[in-house]
């Protein structure tokens, strides 16, 4: 279960999630994949984890790009991890960010990625808001600085509720 928010007796940690093909889990920390291929906030070269601050968008953010399909077919990982020092966490507010289009879901550009690759460099962890859901958050990773910062790193086998799955 997520934790609940410290106003609600909960923890009040930040924890990541991330959803990764159970192939890749072992290096999921790694940011191998988002160098590979770039991503929304990271050019070609950069290795990043993306994540998000709750599984539910953790699992879209992934179902948005490979389809239900493959969640339901191939094995995935849910990983979750805390951020021991919530100072770490940079977080960028819609406002912060030079052009409103960047938050839709729209193909990423250079000058958004290299917007990203700023911020990655100057922050282990840097909280924006998600294209996928806009009132929800991704948690981008520094792959190269943020290991030590990163506790309680847990993994479990990701199921698909197959109603997803039936109309799509």
């Keep these: 279960m997520t934790?609940?928010?410290?106003a609600l007796g909960g923890t009040g940690a930040v924890v990541g999630w991330t959803l990764q093909d159970a192939?890749?889990?072992?290096?999921?920390?790694?940011?191998?994949?988002?160098?590979r291929f770039g991503g929304r906030w990271n050019s070609i070269g950069k290795p990043v984890i993306y994540a998000?601050?709750?599984?539910?968008?953790?699992?879209l953010e992934v179902a948005v790009h490979k389809g239900f399909k493959a969640l339901n077919t191939v094995a995935h990982q849910l990983i979750s991890f805390s951020v021991s020092d919530p100072a770490a966490v940079f977080v960028v507010q819609p406002g912060d960010v030079p052009n409103p289009h960047w938050l839709h879901p729209v193909p990423p550009n250079r000058d958004q990625q290299a917007f990203g690759d700023r911020l990655i460099d100057a922050h282990p962890f840097v909280l924006l808001p998600s294209a996928v859901s806009g009132r929800?958050?991704?948690?981008?990773?520094?792959a190269g600085t943020a290991g030590p910062l990163m506790a309680d790193i847990g993994f479990e086998r990701f199921a698909l509720d197959p109603r997803l799955r039936a109309t799509a």
């Design 136 to 142: 929800s958050w991704n948690l981008l990773v520094n």
């Design 52 to 59: 998000a601050l709750d599984p539910a968008t953790a699992i």
């Design 3 to 6: 934790p609940l928010p410290q």
């Design 23 to 35: 192939r890749f889990a072992a290096s999921w920390n790694s940011g191998t994949g988002a160098a």
